[in-house]
């Protein structure tokens, strides 16, 4: 099983550019997340979507955008990079509830 | 509001030490307490969870306790491998689901032979 996937796995941009990480689950889960990892602070949550067609904000929402185009798939959005978004980013999804979470192996972004 | 305390790292064992990371939390009502693994290259992984006070969470040897008098959820293994070499987190869930973990800001861990 491939459980969740995420692209790409590195990913460098110059300040002001724009770009769209992918994330992909096939568990059928409703629940998918967007969490950043900055050395130091552990993951904070940038969005989440509980369900097809829901979004809402996690405790890091500035600079970002989220679309949950199906029950597979949630992407995130930078419209304009700025170099306080170089961290690494995680996806995961869930059944709901506090049922196991499930992460993917994550993107490594830098912001010049 | 809600936080979740470990231990700095990196803890540095040789193989078959005992291994302990310390875990303390912060929250209102009774929130279920998590360890994630996170080894070289991977996103976390559930390693154990406890819903209430005085469960114990086990897996893979490792074990911890949810000790609500002193806020704590210690993350124990009695010998370690130098395959357990990884970065652990703590992390809390309030109710209402997984919009709500927070993580701390995680251990690492190597193990030398």
């Known amino acids: 099983n491939a459980g969740v996937t995420q692209t790409p796995k590195f990913q460098v941009l110059k300040t002001g550019q724009s770009m769209t990480l992918q994330c992909a689950q096939d568990?059928?889960?409703?629940?998918m997340y967007w969490y950043r990892q900055d050395p130091g602070m552990g993951l904070r949550l940038i969005y989440y979507?509980?369900?097809?067609?829901?979004?809402d904000k996690g405790e890091v929402p500035n600079g970002y955008n989220v679309s949950r185009l199906n029950k597979r798939e949630f992407s995130l959005r930078l419209e304009s990079a700025a170099p306080s978004q170089t961290s690494v980013y995680f996806c995961?999804?869930?059944?709901?509830?506090?049922?196991?979470?499930?992460f993917g192996s994550g993107t490594q972004l830098s912001v010049l | 509001g809600d936080s979740v305390t470990q231990m700095e790292g990196p803890v540095t064992l040789s193989e078959e030490a005992f291994l302990t990371i310390n875990c303390t939390y912060t929250a209102t009502g009774y929130p279920s307490l998590f360890w994630y693994v996170q080894y070289p290259g991977e996103g976390l992984q559930l390693l154990l969870k406890a819903t209430k006070a005085d469960d114990k969470g086990s897996n893979k040897g490792f074990e911890a306790t949810y000790r609500k008098e002193t806020t704590s959820f210690h993350l124990e293994k009695g010998s370690v491998q130098v395959s357990d070499s990884a970065v652990y987190f703590c992390a809390l869930a309030r109710s209402g689901g997984y919009n709500k973990l927070i993580f701390g800001a995680g251990t690492r861990l190597a193990v030398h032979p």
């Open positions: 979507s509980a369900s097809e067609g829901t979004t």
């Open positions: 995961a999804s869930s059944g709901g509830g506090l049922e196991k979470l499930f």
């Open positions: 568990m059928n889960h409703n629940s």
